[in-house]
RNA sequence: GCUCCGAUAGCUCAGCCUGGUAGAGCGUUACAUUGGUAAUGUAAAGGUCGUGGGUUCAGAUCCCGCUCGGAGCUCCA
């Protein structure tokens, strides 16, 4: 409990609103006292009767010190933030009032936005503020907060907004209007207040799509994928994992789980800033791995590694990877406890080639990020680095704001904190203003004297490499988020969204117009599925009418219906959902349009049963 | 994590304030209909009202706990 108690000459307050269902029922009215002492109070979680008399019998004696014996409790909340519910909270402070003997007391009603106007008089005496709690502090749950997490609220940083010409300006001073989204990401201003309660717009549509879901049988924020959702995420992985195959990484697979106890693993276990799951097992404490550090160090430090072979690139798409967020802090796609992450690391001999290689892993993650369909202006760059590193590396990180093309947020600090000395992250700002991160990229200084990470370097002695960590898109379910959010973005804007045709689930749906030209229409399906183009077909018995529109629903890319016409003549008649219009096209030429539209992508069949007809319906 | 809000048919929701027979649209199934680019017609099936307790002659409805979801957390008694 925690109270802040002051000797006043007088207060006034109204209820004005309240604030809470649960709120005391009063006739609110205005309410004036003199010569009174007010005591703020906040009821805290673990707070009983036992707190509420001390507390009341400690005022009391204070109060005869200062000779005054009219008291005013006023409920609080904003002394704490490990408030008691509003029941407790208020049975508490009537177990105060009554339990005062010998003064006037008097309550102010629990639940309801006051106004109150107050004069505090200026003897020593008049202002003190009080905390009780039961004797045995409960800090079991304190001790298992990793030294990272408690570090890191204390680490000071400074920031900065750098512009392409290379100037930088304290945040304060600089001048958002033509950079909202940068603003968000800066949090300089936060985003504008939503009066209705909502979830952000990709949670409906990952539904509506059938792509993913909630599993309420698993722990939050581990999510079901539906065929839809499957497809669409492996597509990505696919991508991703060839851009980062083509960029030289070599692929490899480490357990997703590790034993907490592990020489290796202890010190990086708690300089880690994350909350882990974790697992016992025949008298091991094993934790599941959040990210893929961990399996790709320990297999580093058994190679023997040249300078020759550096820079050496060791990459892993991890399913999954765990983190135990902060269960407020789950909303669909945008931050899972599961997680795939694309992680690629580069050894390196020595901060020449990490920066060199540096410069390489950024432009490729603009590129693999501009290949899934977020473009430059979807997202806001974060520069973090020490000064030190700045100072020396001037030339590079201006290099990077150039190529961004707008100006970007910096966070320096004055010295090295973490186990990196340069940071950068791309971050996309949603529908209702919040920013992730998607790529990013870091200069580790540290792990690889941790992992006895070594090669021999030229004069035949061993050498820590300098590692980079990059993952050039971010989780994958996260692209899904951020593309669903661009998507929810156009729709608001009357535009038509559709997935980049490469990643729909279907790329072209047939509609036989009778249950005649259902062979005809199962023939041209296998042409166009021996092409490599997933199509399925709408056999149901609908009309016309109907069965586009629920192609529209399903956003569609390319819709035939197949009737008399199209069985008489060499040409289609291709509905395309971007304009809504019918083109006619010959097979081939039909053909050749999907092709170069998702050439260079990843090729996946349907994952569904490819007639309509013999499909459970997931979603409505 | 904390505070508040929500949970009724497969989906979206009404009913709850003021306790007394479980509702609609979409979807599903059956039958009719065989159509030319965003909703064909008729009928039927489908719900221990999230879960556990309490109050009551009687609870989807009122009260309390729990689970799951959402919003906010610089704003909250």
């Given at each position: ?7 006043c ?7 004005t ?12 009215k205005?309410?004036?006292?003199e ?7 906040a009821?805290?979680k ?22 005054c ?51 505090v008089?200026g003897h ?15 800090d ?44 968000v ?5 936060s ?6 309660d ?9 539904k ?8 309420p ?85 058994d ?14 798409l ?94 320096m ?8 000395v ?6 996309f700002?949603d ?48 692209v899904?988020?951020?593309?669903l ?46 092409q490599n ?39 289609l ?35 569904s049963?490819?007639l ?9």
């Open positions: 409990m925690r109270i802040l108690q002051l000797h000459d007088s207060i006034e307050y109204m209820p609103k309240k604030e809470i269902q649960s709120a005391e029922e009063i006739e609110p205005k309410i004036r006292i010569e009174v002492i007010v005591c703020f109070t009821v805290e673990d707070d009983d009767s036992k707190i509420a008399k001390n507390a009341i019998s400690e005022i009391q004696e204070s109060m005869k010190k200062v000779g014996d009219k008291l005013l409790l006023y409920p609080y909340a904003h002394l704490s933030s490990t408030l008691a519910s509003p029941g407790t909270g208020l049975k508490i402070l009537k177990e105060m009032e009554e339990s005062c003997t010998g003064i006037n007391v008097m309550r102010a009603p629990f639940g309801w936005t006051k106004t109150f106007s107050i004069k008089k020593p005496l008049a202002e003190s503020s009080k905390v009780f709690s039961n004797d045995q502090p409960k079991q749950s304190k001790e298992k907060t990793s030294t990272a997490l408690e570090s890191e609220s204390k680490i000071k940083s400074y920031w900065y907004v750098l512009t392409p010409d290379g100037k930088m300006e304290e945040v304060e001073k600089f001048n958002f209007s033509n950079h909202k989204q940068l603003e990401l800066a949090k300089y201003e985003a504008k207040k939503r009066h209705v909502e979830p952000p717009p990709h949670v409906n549509l990952m509506k799509l059938a792509i993913a879901d909630y599993e049988a698993s722990d939050s924020g581990n999510m079901r994928f539906y065929p839809n959702g499957r497809l669409i995420k492996s597509q990505i992985e696919q991508y991703v994992t060839d851009k980062i195959r083509d960029y030289g990484g070599v692929e490899v697979e480490t357990p997703i789980m590790y034993d907490s106890h592990h020489p290796s693993m202890e010190s990086y276990f708690n300089r880690f800033p994350a909350r882990q799951y974790s697992i016992d097992s025949e008298g091991k404490h094993l934790f599941l791995r959040f990210a893929a550090c961990f399996g790709q160090f320990l297999m580093a430090s190679f023997q590694l040249s300078y020759k072979n550096l820079p050496y690139k060791l990459y892993e991890t399913r999954y990877s765990f983190r135990r967020e902060q269960s407020g802090e789950l909303v669909g796609l945008r931050r899972l406890r599961a997680f795939t992450m694309p992680d690629c690391h580069a050894f390196c001999k020595d901060m020449q080639q990490a920066i060199d290689e540096f410069r390489k892993r950024f432009d490729l993650s603009r590129e693999v990020l501009s290949g899934l369909g977020i473009e430059e202006n979807d997202y806001e760059v974060g520069i973090r680095f020490t000064e030190d590193f700045y100072n020396e590396n001037k030339e590079l990180i201006n290099e990077m704001v150039s190529k961004v093309g707008k100006p970007v947020l910096v966070e600090w004055k010295e090295k904190f973490f186990y990196f340069l940071k950068w992250e791309f971050n700002v529908n209702l203003g919040k920013a992730s991160a998607l790529s990013t990229d870091q200069i580790d200084v540290e792990n690889a004297q941790r992992y006895n990470i070594t090669f021999t370097n030229e004069k035949n002695e061993q050498q820590n490499p300098i590692i980079l960590h990059n993952s050039p898109s971010g989780a994958v379910e996260r899904i988020y951020a593309l959010e661009k998507f929810a973005k156009q729709a608001k804007e009357g535009k038509r969204p559709q997935f980049p045709l490469w990643l729909a689930p279907t790329q072209v749906r047939l509609i036989p117009l009778k249950d005649d030209f259902l062979e005809f229409t199962s023939k041209l399906a296998e042409k166009l599925t021996e183009v997933r199509v399925d077909i709408d056999d149901r018995n609908d009309t016309i009418n109907k069965r586009i529109r629920d192609a529209e629903k399903e956003w569609i890319s390319y819709v035939l219906v197949i009737g008399e016409k199209e069985v008489n003549s060499p040409s008649s291709v509905r395309d959902r971007a304009t809504g219009d019918v083109r006619q096209l010959s097979i081939e030429d039909f053909i050749k349009e999907i092709k170069d539209t998702t050439n260079g992508k990843p090729i996946s069949k349907l994952n049963a490819i309509l007809s013999q499909r459970p319906q997931i979603m409505v």
